[in-house]
C-alpha cells in the first residue's frame, strides 16, 4: 500500500491541498459519548440538524460500505488583503466563492485521479456538509490538535484551513495520530470572545457563538441579551482565529477562487443597508453570504446599528 499512498499524498499536493493525512476508518466511540453529551445540553441551539445522522458521524463505514481509510485534506484560505476599518464584518471564509462549491468539485476530481491510478476503489467526499467528525479525522490523520477554540490548529500554518474528508474501501499507509496538545496555558480565545461561548475542555457552546447568530438562526430576532457583544460581525466571527498565536505562522492562499469580492472588502455600513434583494443576489450568488439570505444579512446589519460602531 505504499505506492497508493505516496500517490495520494502526491496527488494532494498537487491539487491544491495544503496537507494530507490518512487514518484507518474505525468508529469514534468516544466522540460518540462527547457528541451525545454536547446535544442532550442543547449546545447547538437551533441547529436541530445536528441531532440528525448520530450513527453515520461516528462511524464511516455507516457512509461507506466497507471502508478502510479516512482521507483528510487542508486547503488554506487565509488572505492578504483586510476589510475597510470600522465596517461590518465577514468573517474570512467567507469572502470569495463558496468552499463548498470549490473543493467538493476538486474533491470529485481528485477521487477521479486516485481511481484511473489504484483503480475501481468506492469512495466519497465531504466538505463540511455531511455528518462526518472531520477534525477528529484530521487529528488522527496527524495534521494538528483541536485548540481550546474548537478549531483545528497546525503547527505549520495555523487554523485558517478548511477541511475536507474523503473515504475509501481501500486500505493505506496510516499516518500516526497527532497526540500533543500545543495551546499550553493560553487562554486567548477564551478570554477574548466576546459571548462567553468557549467553555473549559475545549467546549464550544454553539448556541452563544456570534457565528450561530448571525449564519445558523433562522429566527426574525437576534436575542437583546446579546446586543453590544457583536463587535461589528455581520456574518460569521473570526475573534477567536485572529487572536490565536498560532495564526502568526498563517500564510497566503493560493486559491484563486478565494479570492474576495471587492464588495466585501470595501462597503460600508450605508451601502450594505441601501443594497436591493436583486443586487445581494447578483453579487453573492457564488459566496456563502447566501446562506444568511438577504433578510439574514439585513436583520444582522439592524442588530449592529442598535449601538455598535460600524461605519
Known amino acids: 500500500m505504499q505506492k497508493p499512498t505516496h500517490f495520494i499524498k502526491s496527488l494532494a499536493s498537487q491539487?491544491?491541498?495544503?496537507?494530507?493525512?490518512?487514518?484507518?476508518?474505525?468508529?469514534?466511540?468516544?466522540?460518540?459519548?462527547?457528541?451525545?453529551?454536547?446535544?442532550?445540553?442543547?449546545k447547538h441551539g437551533a441547529m436541530q440538524y445536528m441531532e440528525n445522522h448520530f450513527e453515520l458521524r461516528i462511524n464511516p463505514q455507516q457512509l461507506v460500505p466497507g471502508a478502510k481509510s479516512v482521507i483528510t485534506l487542508l486547503k488554506n484560505y487565509y488572505p492578504t488583503e483586510h476589510q475597510k476599518d470600522r465596517?461590518?464584518?465577514?468573517?474570512?471564509?467567507?469572502?470569495?466563492?463558496?468552499?463548498?462549491?470549490?473543493?467538493?468539485?476538486?474533491?470529485k476530481d481528485f477521487l477521479q485521479q486516485i481511481k484511473l491510478q489504484i483503480g475501481d476503489i468506492h469512495g466519497r467526499g465531504f466538505v463540511d456538509s455531511a455528518p462526518v467528525l472531520e477534525r477528529t479525522w484530521a487529528v488522527k490523520s496527524g495534521l494538528g490538535w483541536i485548540g481550546k477554540n474548537g478549531n483545528l490548529i497546525t503547527k505549520m500554518q495555523g487554523s485558517f484551513l478548511f477541511i475536507a474528508t474523503l473515504i475509501v474501501d481501500v486500505e493505506l499507509v496510516y499516518d500516526d495520530p497527532f497526540t500533543k496538545d500545543y495551546c499550553g496555558t493560553c487562554t486567548k480565545c477564551i478570554d477574548y470572545?466576546?459571548?462567553?461561548?468557549?467553555?473549559?475542555?475545549?467546549?464550544?457552546?454553539?448556541?452563544?457563538?456570534?457565528?450561530?447568530?448571525?449564519?445558523?438562526?433562522?429566527?426574525?430576532?437576534?436575542?437583546?441579551?446579546?446586543?453590544?457583544?457583536?463587535?461589528?460581525?455581520?456574518?460569521?466571527?473570526?475573534?477567536?482565529?485572529d487572536i490565536c498565536p498560532w495564526n502568526r505562522f498563517s500564510k497566503p492562499h493560493q486559491e484563486p477562487a478565494f479570492q474576495p469580492l471587492p464588495e466585501i472588502l470595501n462597503f460600508s455600513t450605508s451601502e450594505w443597508e441601501e443594497m436591493t434583494e436583486e443586487t445581494f443576489k447578483n453579487i453573492f450568488r457564488n459566496s456563502p453570504l447566501k446562506r444568511s439570505k438577504y433578510s439574514g444579512i439585513k436583520r444582522n446589519l439592524k442588530f449592529l446599528n442598535t449601538g455598535s460602531s460600524v461605519c
Open 193 to 241: 470572545c466576546p459571548t462567553d461561548a468557549i467553555e473549559p475542555n475545549k467546549v464550544i457552546n454553539g448556541s452563544k457563538c456570534i457565528s450561530y447568530f448571525t449564519i445558523e438562526l433562522k429566527e426574525a430576532l437576534i436575542p437583546e441579551s446579546m446586543k453590544h457583544k457583536f463587535n461589528d460581525w455581520m456574518f460569521g466571527c473570526d475573534i477567536c482565529q
Open 87 to 107: 465596517c461590518p464584518k465577514i468573517s474570512k471564509y467567507a469572502w470569495g466563492e463558496d468552499y463548498h462549491d470549490v473543493i467538493r468539485s476538486q474533491l
Open 15 to 42: 491539487k491544491g491541498f495544503d496537507f494530507c493525512g490518512i487514518a484507518k476508518a474505525t468508529p469514534l466511540p468516544e466522540d460518540a459519548r462527547k457528541l451525545e453529551k454536547w446535544l442532550l445540553q442543547g
